[in-house]
């Protein structure tokens, strides 16, 4: 049991890191692939809370099926557990965001990176510890179909968000701006 634990520990620690890089790098490759509109189904095509859940999402997404195809054997329930870490750090991200700018009446970068960071341990040490305790085993389905879900807006608000402060781009003015960002991204 302790080699499981070990190797489950490694591999947390693994996806840890590798969410943060490439999450990190997503920040800008939609800028970099000359704002290709299929790049920004996948990454932020403005500066909106909305589009940065999804350096969270789309790199432990990636990791997550690498890991389940690798090990669904020795962890036969570590897909249910990475599927409540993905929902959960995702959801996080603007929890810590509103409250943290609620609380000091702006926002600052540290801080969003702070919570960005923060996110992502939190769903890794979530997914650790339910992976090992088997308490979502009967869940899977419904976790994994929850997940497809919010790929789906993911790729549906992209280009198309409602008009909720969720989605506005706070480095343009007005919505009717805002509601073109996907095609003019502006950054500050």
Request: glycine fraction near 6%.
């Amino acid at each position: 049991m302790e080699i499981f634990m070990k190797h489950l520990r490694h591999y947390t620690i693994i996806g840890i890191i590798f969410v943060l890089v490439t999450g990190t790098l997503s920040h800008f490759l939609y800028d970099w692939s000359g704002q290709n509109p299929v790049v920004g189904l996948f990454t932020p095509v403005n500066e909106s809370v909305w589009e940065h859940m999804k350096l969270l999402f789309f790199p432990m997404l990636l990791y997550s099926l690498i890991i389940i195809l690798k090990y669904r054997r020795q962890y036969p329930h570590i897909a249910s557990a990475l599927f409540f870490g993905i929902l959960t750090g995702t959801v996080l991200i603007p929890i810590f965001y509103y409250a943290y700018t609620s609380v000091l009446g702006t926002n600052y970068l540290a801080l969003d990176i702070g919570v960005f960071i923060l996110s992502i341990v939190i769903s890794f040490w979530l997914t650790y510890k339910l992976t090992l305790s088997h308490r979502l085993e009967n869940h899977t389905f419904v976790l994994g179909l929850l997940v497809c879900v919010l790929l789906l807006c993911f790729l549906r608000f992209s280009y198309h968000a409602p008009h909720t402060v969720i989605f506005q781009d706070p480095t343009v003015d007005s919505y009717l701006e805002n509601a073109h960002a996907g095609q003019t991204k502006i950054r500050h």
